[in-house]
């Protein structure tokens, strides 16, 4: 329920009005003074506070400026018996949603609480929404506590307070666009755009129109004027994602940007000036690209002034079980599965994969177990099969071949198990096999 205070020394006008406002479905709290109004407005968090302007122990028109400092998302409106216009611009000028008389209009009071409320909720969505892309751009969205991520950490928190470019490597899915929003974020850029683009999903074309924009005419199909990215990022930050697919000639373009601030659009010929910072990231090895030919050296020292190397996930294998939580927390409860619990297998089985698609993977692995566990807890058999038999493999200290006869055995013996929980009697039933010969191949197969 919505709630609104009234701050009013004037027990029968505080009590009538208290009434009104009731009436039309809000929770309402009553103060006499500016001291016990502050001290409700701590406890109750009112959406609207509707206060006199004389007050035993204070002004209505000050304790305005105390309420907006304290409680920015807070609106207020003033009632007073004498209304004057300095008054009045005052209470604006520090904050105040409106400013009435007493009597003369008292009709107007419940349309205005009405407007004062919807305005107050606004407020406080808005807020909520800043601090989900503050929560974004921020470093502490960034899981791990190995040292080889602590040292990538350290190192972009430090250069997100300059304004040099930073090229960020590793292998696909190892969080590089997170840490392109946590530099943004944290840098002097962070309250204008931040862009992004991957250079791979486009052709050389088309890439070219996308980031540089173009002039009507230009083409075929180019009926007005359009703004590359470069032009959206103004002032802000532009993050080109898989730099080392983008087109040869097309990097003759972003080194001149970095080095001048200017770009030519498709069919135009005077220079687009901008301010943008430049994060760019890649999963080749650019030194490579530049002996082939296949990438500017120019380019690559002008983008590397700032280099920062993002560690695979099999080299901070201590880190999977709380990202891997983090994960099961955050999916589990889009999914409603927030109370699921994780059996310590299933976590083993993580520890031991080898993640070639990294973080993203783990991610998709994550989902998909919620979306299959049919019971209470995330259990081996909801990992995909692959990851179950590279668990079988690594805990039984021996890499089978895919093609013997043993590491089909092994697996299928071992899930079994784990359908019987652990009963080898029914499993040996199950298996068609003597008691005897079970035990003596959990023995050789060490389960």
């Known amino acids: 329920m919505n709630k609104v205070l009234i701050i009013d020394d004037e027990n029968q006008i505080r009590k009538l009005l208290a ?64 209304g004057n216009i300095p008054d009045g611009v005052q209470a604006i000028k520090n904050g105040a949603y409106d400013y009435i008389t007493k009597g003369d209009d008292n009709n107007k009071i419940i349309p205005l609480i009405s407007r004062a409320m919807e305005k107050a909720l606004i407020n406080k969505r808005l807020e909520s929404l800043e ?13 791990g506590s190995s040292k ?46 931040f862009v992004a683009i991957n250079c791979s999903s486009f052709s050389k074309d088309l890439l070219e ?19 590359g990215l470069f032009e959206e990022a103004n002032n802000g930050t532009i ?41 760019a990231a890649t999963n080749r090895n650019l030194e490579k690209e530049i002996t082939e030919n296949h990438f500017r050296e120019d380019l690559f020292y002008r983008l590397s002034v700032f280099q920062i190397h993002l560690p695979a996930l099999r080299d901070r294998k201590e880190d999977i079980e709380s990202i891997a939580l983090t994960l099961i927390r955050d999916f589990g409860a889009r999914l409603s599965r927030k109370d699921i619990k994780i059996n310590s297998e299933f976590i083993e089985a993580l520890k031991n994969h080898q993640w ?33 038999n ?34 080898k009697t029914e499993a040996a039933r199950l298996l068609k096999i003597g008691l005897t010969t079970l035990y003596r191949k959990i023995e050789e197969y060490k389960l």
């Open 19 to 82: 009434r009104m406002i009731e009436l039309e479905g809000y929770e309402v709290y009553q103060a006499a003074d500016c001291r016990s109004g502050l001290k409700l407005l701590d406890i109750s968090m009112p959406e609207v506070v509707l206060c006199d302007v004389r007050l035993p122990d204070g002004n209505g028109v000050d304790l305005v400026l105390k309420i907006k400092k304290l409680f920015p998302q807070t609106e207020v409106v003033l009632l007073t018996a004498h």
């Open 239 to 279: 993050f080109l994602d898989e730099i080392g697919e983008m087109a040869f000639d097309l990097q003759a373009k972003l080194l001149r940007i970095l080095e001048t601030g200017e770009f030519i659009k498709i069919g135009e010929t005077k220079p687009t000036k901008v301010n943008v910072r430049i994060i």
């Open 390 to 423: 590279s668990h079988f493999e690594e805990s039984a200290g021996r890499n089978y071949s895919n093609f013997e006869l043993a590491a089909m055995e092994r697996r299928h013996i071992s899930r079994v198990l784990q359908y019987t929980k652990g009963n």
């Open 209 to 227: 129109s996308e980031i540089f924009g173009y002039k009507a005419g230009a083409f075929t199909g180019a009926n007005k004027d359009k703004k």
């Open 356 to 388: 070639k698609g990294n973080i993203r993977e783990l991610r998709n692995v994550i989902e998909r177990s919620l979306i299959i566990c049919n019971e209470e807890e995330l259990t081996l058999q909801d990992l995909p099969i692959e990851i179950q």
């Open 131 to 143: 601090a989900q892309i503050e929560k974004k751009y921020s470093f502490s969205n960034i899981q």
């Open 148 to 193: 080889l991520i602590k040292e990538a950490i350290l190192l972009a928190q430090k250069v997100s307070a300059t304004d040099v470019p930073v090229l960020l490597t590793g292998e696909t899915g190892t969080g590089k666009e997170v840490f392109a929003q946590a530099i943004h974020g944290n840098g002097p850029r962070h309250n204008k755009a």
